[in-house]
C-alpha cells in the first residue's frame, strides 16, 4: 500500500506570495489533518479535513486555509507569505479521524525569504 | 492554557527499558492519549494510543495515570532504532478537537 505522498518537498518563495501544498492520502483514508512543524514552536495542528468537510481547525489565522477533494486529496493554501511561515508542513491521513493511527507523508518543507 | 509537556532529552542503554514520561493536564474525558516518534529528516511515526487502560503492542506499551492527567511511554528494550523524538499528544480541550502535541523528547540510546 502506498504512503502518504507530499509534493512539493520543497519550496523557496519570498514575503507576500501564497503557495499551495498538496496531499495524497493513503488508499481508503478519508481524513486528512495539516501540521506545520518549526523548532521553536514543535507540531502545530493547522486543520483536518474528513469527506470534503473541515472537521477541526487549530489556531492559525485565515491566511492559512485547506481543502478536501472528493477523491481524499487535499491542499492547504497559505497567502501573503511571512518569513515566520517557514517551516515543515506535514499532513497525515488516517481511516477515521485524528482519534485513530495517523500515518504522515514526508512534509513539504517550505522557506519564506 | 492547554498544555502538554514532556521532558526535552532522556537517555538510555541499549537492551534496557526506557520510561518516557508526559504530562496533559488539560485532557478532556472523551479524547485519547497517543504517543509518535519523528526519525531525522522523516515525518511522525505511530507508537500506541489509549484511552484509560493501559495498552500494549509490538512496539511499546502505554500506562496511564487514574486521573488521566498523566502518561508513560514505555520501550521494554530499547535499541539503537529507538532514538527518536517521541511526541505525546493530549486534548487541548474546548469543542474543537484541539489535540495538542508535546514539544517532544529525544531520546538518545547508547550502545
Known amino acids: 500500500k502506498a504512503g502518504v505522498t507530499q509534493t512539493p518537498r520543497y519550496l523557496i518563495k519570498t514575503r507576500g506570495q501564497q503557495v499551495t501544498l498538496s496531499c495524497s492520502p493513503i488508499?481508503?483514508?478519508?481524513?486528512v489533518s495539516w501540521y506545520q512543524q518549526t523548532p521553536g514552536q514543535g507540531l502545530q495542528f493547522l486543520f483536518e479535513?474528513?469527506?470534503?468537510?473541515?472537521?477541526n481547525k487549530g489556531n492559525f489565522p485565515g491566511r492559512f486555509s485547506g481543502r478536501q477533494f472528493s477523491n481524499s486529496r487535499s491542499e492547504m493554501n497559505v497567502s501573503t507569505l511571512e518569513l515566520g511561515d517557514s517551516a515543515l508542513y506535514l499532513c497525515?491521513?488516517?481511516?477515521?479521524?485524528?482519534?485513530?493511527?495517523?500515518?504522515f507523508g514526508p512534509g513539504t518543507r517550505l522557506t519564506v525569504l | 492554557d492547554a498544555k502538554t509537556t514532556q521532558p526535552n532529552s532522556m537517555e538510555s542503554n541499549e537492551e534496557e527499558p526506557v520510561h518516557l514520561p508526559c504530562n496533559h493536564s488539560?485532557?478532556?474525558?472523551?479524547?485519547?492519549i497517543h504517543w509518535y516518534r519523528q526519525l531525522p529528516s522523516q515525518g511522525p511515526e505511530y507508537v500506541i494510543h489509549?484511552?484509560?487502560s493501559n495498552v500494549n503492542n509490538r512496539m511499546a506499551s502505554l500506562a496511564i495515570a487514574e486521573d488521566r492527567k498523566s502518561s508513560t511511554l514505555i520501550l521494554h528494550r530499547a535499541t539503537l532504532r529507538d532514538a527518536a523524538v517521541y511526541y505525546c499528544?493530549?486534548?487541548?480541550?474546548?469543542?474543537?478537537?484541539?489535540?495538542?502535541f508535546g514539544k517532544g523528547t529525544k531520546l538518545s540510546v547508547k550502545p
Open positions: 497525515a491521513s488516517s481511516l477515521g479521524g485524528r482519534m485513530n493511527e495517523q500515518f
Open positions: 488508499s481508503g483514508h478519508r481524513s
Open positions: 479535513y474528513f469527506s470534503e468537510t473541515q472537521r
Open positions: 488539560t485532557i478532556s474525558g472523551t479524547d485519547y
Open positions: 489509549g484511552l484509560t
Open positions: 499528544m493530549g486534548s487541548g480541550g474546548g469543542s474543537q478537537g484541539n489535540l495538542i
